[in-house]
């Protein structure tokens, strides 16, 4: 991947809707040889997938939970099987195994309290290899960004 690769994943990364022909003017390729590199990146697994992001507030109330999980156990079989329990439930959005106090970080989403009473005792609760948990509370999300880091090299 070279510097020309990186300037076309930044600009799909602000926004993955932007014309062939754009992109390749802003980042100084020709329509073709831009769309030969887009299609490379998508065939090498760089370019995962292509996604719309929502406004969370413009289609009504979420609340959004950091929990962290400590586990009873450091066993590798029992934190598959949290991890594969965490991975299906809709309700996380993002799961990190970590190092530290706690074992993994949820970002959970929820319509109300209720909700999140259920998503404790079918995921948290349900196993038996989790210690404990502590649920933090978005008040506010002063930053979202999905943009990876990439390293332009010069």
């Known amino acids: 991947m070279d510097a020309l690769d990186q300037r076309i994943l930044d600009c799909l990364q ?4 932007v014309t062939n022909q754009s992109l390749a003017e802003e980042v100084g390729l020709s329509p073709s040889a831009c769309l030969k590199r887009v299609k490379r990146l998508r065939e090498s697994g760089i370019i995962d997938r292509v996604v719309a992001l929502l ?3 413009a289609i ?4 959004y939970f950091i929990v962290e999980v400590t586990m009873e156990r450091d066993h590798k079989r029992l934190y598959k099987r949290f991890e594969e329990r965490a ?3 809709s309700e996380v959005k993002q799961c990190y195994q970590v190092t530290g ?3 993994f970080v949820l970002i959970v989403s929820v319509s109300d309290m209720n ?3 259920r998503f404790c005792e ?4 349900a196993d038996e290899n989790m210690r404990k948990f502590r649920t933090l509370l978005s ?8 943009s990876a880091s990439l390293a332009i090299e010069t």
């Open 139 to 146: 008040r506010k999300r002063s930053k979202f960004d999905t």
């Open 101 to 103: 106090e706690c074992d």
């Open 60 to 63: 009504g109330d979420s609340l």
């Open 87 to 89: 991975l299906a439930a």
């Open 55 to 57: 406004n969370p507030e």
């Open 14 to 17: 602000r926004d993955a809707s």
């Open 115 to 117: 909700a999140y009473d």
């Open 122 to 125: 079918s995921v948290l609760y």
